[in-house]
């Protein structure tokens, strides 16, 4: 069975970096072609905010200015987002999600982690 | 590519039926369009991908049509599970983006 689950503080100062794990069980990240990061401010609806693929090339929402970085551990099946410089909007609930593993469904997200809430304060 | 949803809000009773409607600011190929639901403080679920395909486990009440820039996502017979917000997303290719969303609540 696969789990995503997301990890990190739920507070984060605005002009620092946001940081964010998802830990993957039931599945290797080796295996699938894509993993996401996605957010929802309150009330909103969905943003995708980037992605990494297998051989860890990445591309992330043009929005945000290239304040970006997403990478996989592949030793702790787990794969990370990092947000800099962070504003109050940025408040959001943080998913991690699975892409699809048939050829034509990569950009597809089967699985989703329960999500995080992070809060953008000082 | 700017997918617009509408209505924002659809009101309606159990058993009736509903149309949500996705347009693509350009056209997306291959048909390559998802549908996802989402309940109040949950993660969106998975319903539909390739237009008109159920994901594993999707009842056939759901289903999903369209094509180019145009598509709609229907439910015949509303039950009370299925109220709840649901976005289309474009997956054809990068950067990928999702609709604004329409809740479907009980009138």
């Known amino acids: 069975q696969v789990h995503l689950q997301e990890s990190g503080p739920g507070l984060v100062k605005p002009s620092e970096t946001l940081s964010l794990i998802c830990i993957v069980s039931g599945q290797s990240i080796n295996d699938i072609f894509q993993w996401a990061w996605i957010r929802q401010p309150p009330g909103k609806g969905l943003e995708w905010i980037g992605s990494?693929?297998?051989?860890?090339?990445?591309f992330d929402n043009a929005s945000l200015r290239g304040r970006v970085a997403i990478s996989v551990e592949t030793s702790k099946n787990q794969f990370s987002l990092r947000l800099t410089s962070v504003t109050a909007a940025d408040t959001a609930v943080y998913y991690c999600?699975?892409?699809?593993?048939?050829?034509?469904?990569?950009?597809?997200?089967?699985?989703w982690g329960q999500g995080t809430r992070v809060t953008v304060s000082s | 590519i700017v997918l617009t949803q509408s209505p924002g809000t659809l009101s309606l009773s159990p058993g009736e039926r509903a149309a949500l409607s996705c347009r693509a600011s350009?056209?997306?190929?291959?048909?390559?369009l998802a549908w996802y639901q989402q309940k109040p403080g949950r993660a969106p679920r998975l319903l539909i991908f390739?237009?008109?395909t159920r994901a594993t486990g999707i009842p056939d009440r759901f289903s999903g049509s369209g094509s180019r820039t145009d598509f709609s996502l229907t439910i015949s017979r509303l039950e009370p599970d299925d109220f709840a917000v649901y976005y289309c997303?474009?997956?054809?290719?990068?950067?990928?983006?999702f609709g604004g969303g329409t809740k479907v609540e009980i009138k």
């Open positions: 990494v693929f297998r051989g860890g090339g990445t």
């Open positions: 999600a699975r892409g699809g593993v048939a050829a034509g469904l990569r950009n597809v997200f089967d699985y």
């Open positions: 350009q056209s997306i190929s291959s048909g390559q």
């Open positions: 997303q474009h997956y054809g290719s990068l950067p990928l983006s």
């Open positions: 390739g237009t008109s």
